[in-house]
């Protein structure tokens, strides 16, 4: 069974950049189609962007010109490069393949935007 374990969180100033990695472990990585998901507090989990096993992407449109999703199969990781963070990024923010699916969630990466 794939699990992922998502880091690059932290704490950062409006406007600044924070870069998301998962690692998958599995040899089947390259199959899945990934998505970065976020959950802000007393918010629904709400998905931002995601990745087809062939690079398309696709984005949500709070975030749309400011996040880049990407992979590398080769090392089995999935990236969100965040740009122009806002304070409504903040938010514990998941990997999981798109769909979710119901296998369980992982613990996350804390991004708060605050100055």
């Known amino acids: 069974q794939v699990q992922f374990v998502e880091s690059g969180g932290g704490l950062v100033q409006p406007g600044g950049s924070l870069r998301l990695s998962c690692a998958a472990s599995g040899s089947i990585f390259s199959i899945y189609a990934m998505g970065w998901y976020r959950q802000a507090p007393g918010k629904q989990r709400e998905l931002v962007a995601r990745?087809?096993?062939?690079?398309?992407?696709n984005y949500a449109d709070s975030v749309k010109g400011r996040f880049t999703i990407s992979r590398d199969n080769a090392k089995n990781t999935v990236y969100l490069q965040m740009n122009t963070l806002k304070p409504e990024d903040t938010a514990v923010y998941y990997c999981?393949?798109?769909?979710?699916?119901?296998?369980?969630w992982g613990q996350g990466t804390q991004v708060t935007v605050s100055s």
């Open positions: 999981k393949p798109y769909p979710p699916g119901s296998r369980p």
């Open positions: 990745i087809s096993s062939g690079g398309s992407t």
